[in-house]
């Protein structure tokens, strides 16, 4: 019919989304800031706990924890002398009393007809002989000296030459990167801990070289630790435990004001 006008039909629009105006602004009328605050704070804690095992001795912990500390060394400070004890250095008198040393000094060289072959140690001389060429430096008189020596034919001429402090260092060092990363990060950070499995690299007295510089590292603290004896899964858990239980409270809480 002409003229008829459409008749609008009412239409009722529902939304799924749980939070709506009227939803949010019934929430802020039955929470004031200190329940707000309360249920936030018991949130973060409870995730925080679930997350333990990011945070919680991540390693893995162990029976004993030992913290080492690397030391810049000087070669001209006092400082290197603490490394005297490395097995790479022979120190007269320390590691021991040196005669053979001794007489290298006196008579300036010293020739021997001892092959490098290890069936013979058992004699003086060759045993002297290999113990001679395991060092990298003698530090003898309170001056280092430094392993040498060349063939002649069949003689071995061995001898000893003054060095500095400075090249002393240098034919000591080990490359800091050639070590595991525990001593890269002892070096880089100032100190490393580990748990229980000792790493011969930190035990051992030596020192490292990193980014021209030179570095000992030592034995700082060692002390039992309460991860000790398998008992951190079972922490764990039970923080894991207590977390999932705050979470939902304070979930149930929110939920509960809505309603």
């Not at 019919?1 to 749980?18: A, D, F, H």
């Not at 949010?24 to 009328?29: D, F, N, Q, T």
């Not at 490098?116 to 058992?122: G, H, I, Q, W």
Request: charged fraction near 25%; include cysteine; aromatic fraction near 10%.
């Amino acid at each position: 019919m002409m003229g008829t006008k459409p008749i609008p039909i009412p239409v009722t629009v529902r939304t799924s989304l749980p939070v709506t105006d009227n939803y949010l602004r019934k929430i802020m009328e039955n929470m004031n800031y200190r329940s707000w605050l309360r249920v936030a704070v018991l949130a973060l804690v409870g995730v925080s706990l679930i997350l333990n095992p990011f945070y919680l001795s991540p390693d893995g912990g162990g029976d004993y924890k030992k913290t080492y500390e690397a030391t810049e060394i000087d070669p001209e400070s006092d400082t290197f002398l603490q490394i005297l004890g490395s097995d790479r250095i022979l120190a007269c008198p320390g590691n021991r009393i040196c005669p053979f040393e001794r007489n290298i000094l006196e008579e300036e060289t010293y020739e021997t007809n001892a092959a490098v072959n290890t069936n013979r140690e058992k004699i003086l001389e060759v045993t002297n002989y290999h113990d001679f060429l395991g060092y990298v430096m003698v530090y003898m008189n309170n001056t280092w000296y430094l392993p040498k020596e060349r063939v002649e034919g069949d003689t071995t001429i061995l001898s000893l030459e003054e060095v500095s402090s400075k090249e002393a260092i240098e034919h000591a060092a080990i490359p800091a990167e050639k070590r595991p990363e525990e001593v890269l990060e002892a070096i880089e950070t100032g100190s490393v801990t580990v748990y229980d499995t000792p790493i011969q690299s930190l035990e051992e007295t030596a020192i490292y070289e990193h980014d021209d510089k030179y570095y000992g590292i030592w034995l700082s603290s060692q002390e039992p630790h309460w991860t000790g004896s398998g008992i951190l899964p079972a922490v764990r858990l039970v923080l894991i435990f207590f977390g999932s239980g705050l979470v939902f409270y304070t979930g149930w809480t929110v939920r509960s004001i809505i309603d």
